[in-house]
């Protein structure tokens, strides 16, 4: 029985021991507010929230650009068309028939792309590439006068450093 407890304890001990990501983002966060604050002295912890896993955005794939390149070239001559058809002096009246009966197709395929799109983004699995937080501070700014500061902070998947920092502070 008393081996049982030893162990219990030493598993337990050890368990206590390893620091959460959530301990592991701030320690980093923290590091990094030693440096660019005005009054480390005054640095008052407020907030953070749960880490939050993010994942690679299917616009910024290869396919998702392409989409995106197709909507901008229909959407681009259907702008073209739309303003130019009150013109027949300059482009001729068979012209301007011809962009008048365009803009109905290029509307059905520009919608017919965007369909295609939002389907592939549905089937779309991101790639897990980090985490993110946002953290809430108090402290001196270089006035003396107390601030809050807010920021997003992303990390790397090992949360070993910060990747990007979006401040929500004006």
Same mark, same amino acid.
């Given at each position: ?39 480390? &002295? ?10 939050? &896993? ?37 482009? @001729? ?17 520009? #919608? ?26 108090? @402290?001196?700014?270089?006035? @003396? ?10 990390? #790397? ?14």
């Amino acid at each position: 029985m008393k081996k049982i407890i030893l162990m219990a304890c030493a598993i337990l001990s050890l368990c206590s021991c390893s620091q959460t990501n959530e301990e592991k983002a701030k320690a980093i966060i923290e590091e990094n507010l030693q440096k660019t604050m005005k009054d480390w &002295s005054s640095y008052e912890f407020v907030e953070m929230t749960p880490l939050d &896993s993010i994942f690679t955005l299917f616009v910024d794939t290869k396919e998702g650009k392409e989409y995106n390149h197709k909507r901008d070239s229909i959407m681009k001559i259907r702008a073209e068309y739309d303003s130019n058809i009150d013109f027949p002096d300059i482009y @001729g009246n068979k012209r301007v028939k011809e962009m008048r009966d365009s803009l109905p197709i290029l509307k059905q395929m520009e #919608d017919d792309i965007m369909k295609e799109a939002v389907l592939a983004e549905k089937a779309y699995k991101g790639e897990f590439i980090g985490y993110r937080t946002k953290f809430t501070y108090r @402290g001196n700014n270089s006035y @003396g006068a107390k601030i809050i500061g807010k920021s997003w902070y992303f990390f #790397d998947k090992d949360i070993t450093k910060i990747t990007d920092e979006i401040s929500l502070t004006k």
